[in-house]
């Protein structure tokens, strides 16, 4: 009878000890020991077993943020797809409540990540991930150098991904000021890699060149950036071409604005290059100029030019001096 009673004592706690907590319990503690030994992928697996368990309970932010840190060194170790796609999942749950975890400890978690999606040439996840990473960590900013080039790069190559624009509304005013936007917000990042990083520099200047062709009014800026690239010997002919025609449109800004000094510099270092389209369009600008200041003869000479840099050219600056090259002989003749 004794025993009976006794046997009734303890029951109810050995219910208790073989229920859903110590069951918890026991699988936490394999993922843990799992983890322990860096067996990552077997213990991810187990947590996200549990997250899906206690989530019906309430929001666990330490064990979400194992669930995240396992899936991210899971995706390190094995560099492969499907874990890295696990931990942006994880990570995304674990961003909706950064009040909840330490918000820089999730952004190295993302910057993490979004190097592994670097080394699987994955572009496009990388620079998510590098985004998220300095919106959860805003102090990451002091510490990114080659992920704002990647992103930079990325934007200039992708502007309308990177904007979110729908191909419905591709070409349209509304898109384009997106476009212009998400550029400018990439030139100032850029610009926040280091000048001492002098092997990032070119790359850098590569990347803004690209990015400016998507603003308004950068065209100083552009210039700069080209002429430094010109130094460095990194310029393609196209890209000589753009900077000639950036020259070209800063002298017209110059001349307009009464500063014709820099104007004419300007468009003397056009006409001293070897792209003949430019040189002509140079010549009559010159042209212009010393026909509005009263030097007929100068203009005379640098109509001249422009029409024997390239005989036969039809292009609107070559016809338009000679117009005016046969007006100046006409009034200078007795």
């Not at 094995?78 to 942006?88: F, S, V």
């Not at 592994?116 to 985004?131: C, I, K, N, P, W």
Request: proline share 3%.
């Amino acid at each position: 009878m004794k025993r009976i009673c006794l046997l009734l004592t303890i029951l109810p706690a050995l219910i208790v000890g073989c229920g859903p907590d110590t069951e918890t319990e026991s699988i936490r503690d394999q993922a843990d020991i799992l983890f322990g030994a860096g067996r990552y992928s077997q213990a991810l697996s187990l947590y996200e077993e549990l997250a899906s368990d206690t989530s019906e309970a309430g929001y666990d932010a330490e064990l979400q943020f194992r669930v995240a840190e396992t899936a991210v060194l899971a995706s390190q170790a094995e560099r492969n797809r499907a874990l890295r796609q696990r931990a942006g999942t994880a990570l995304s749950l674990l961003s909706e409540r950064p009040e909840e975890c330490d918000s820089l400890s999730i952004g190295q978690l993302w910057r993490r990540l979004g190097w592994e999606m670097v080394r699987d040439t994955d572009s496009l996840q990388a620079y998510h991930a590098f985004g998220m990473a300095i919106l959860m960590a805003a102090e990451l900013n002091q510490t990114f150098e080659e992920e704002w080039l990647l992103r930079g790069r990325y934007a200039a190559d992708h502007p309308a991904s990177v904007a979110g624009v729908p191909d419905s509304l591709f070409g349209t005013p509304y898109a384009d000021s997106l476009i212009t936007s998400v550029a400018e917000n990439h030139i100032v990042e850029l610009n926040r890699v280091p000048l001492v990083r002098t092997d990032l520099r070119g790359d850098v200047l590569l990347a803004q060149i690209a990015l400016f062709r998507y603003t308004v009014g950068r065209e100083e800026d552009e210039l700069n950036a080209l002429t430094e690239l010109d130094r460095m010997g990194r310029l393609v002919p196209a890209q000589r071409r753009r900077r000639m025609d950036v020259l070209l449109l800063l002298a017209d800004e110059d001349a307009s604005s009464g500063d014709f000094s820099m104007a004419r510099e300007r468009l003397l270092e056009v006409w001293d290059s070897s792209f003949t389209g430019a040189r002509v369009e140079a010549a009559y600008k010159l042209g212009l100029m010393a026909e509005d200041s009263g030097d007929a003869l100068d203009a005379l000479l640098w109509y001249n030019r422009a029409c024997s840099t390239a005989p036969g050219q039809s292009s609107a600056a070559s016809m338009a001096a000679a117009a005016k090259r046969d007006s100046l002989r006409y009034l200078a003749a007795p």
